[in-house]
Nanobody, 124 residues
Framework: EVQLVESGGGAVQAGGSLRLSCVAS????????VGWFRQALGKEREGVAAIYRTGGGPYYADSVKGRFTISRDYAKNTVYLQMNSLTPEDTAIYYC?????????????????WGQGTQVTVSS
């Protein structure tokens, strides 16, 4: 069992930046592959970025390439999502997930553990 807690969300103006954090506790041996997803109101949850301890990556959705950066601090069991040049289209609840048991990384159903989410709101 892994527990994930996201933080760092908030309200910013377009062009601004936020850094989200995802801290893992419990069986952190399963904290190998970590993904960030987001879900806007009325839309399906979508993959934003993923990072693996081994085996490739990081991976990004086309919509965030060049603006978002995923990174991790192994000592702190924490994965970050640095978000720059935010636009209103980035407004969503952002979730982190871990223990991907089936790919591709963008498939929501392939991840076992999820955090509770953190709200990001970007105003124009």
């Amino acid at each position: 069992e892994v527990q994930l807690v996201e933080s760092g969300g908030g309200a910013v103006q377009a062009g601004g930046s936020l850094r989200l954090s995802c801290v893992a506790s419990g069986n952190t041996a399963a904290y190998n592959r970590v993904g960030w997803f987001r879900q806007a109101l009325g839309k399906e949850r979508e993959g934003v970025a993923a990072i693996y301890r081994t085996g490739g990556g990081p991976y990004y959705a086309d919509s965030v390439k060049g603006r978002f950066t995923i990174s991790r601090d192994y000592a702190k069991n924490t994965v970050y999502l640095q978000m720059n040049s935010l636009t209103p289209e980035d407004t969503a609840i952002y979730y982190c997930a871990t223990d991907m048991f089936v790919g591709p990384w963008t498939a929501v159903s392939g991840w076992r553990y999820w955090g509770q989410g953190t709200q990001v709101t970007v105003s124009s």
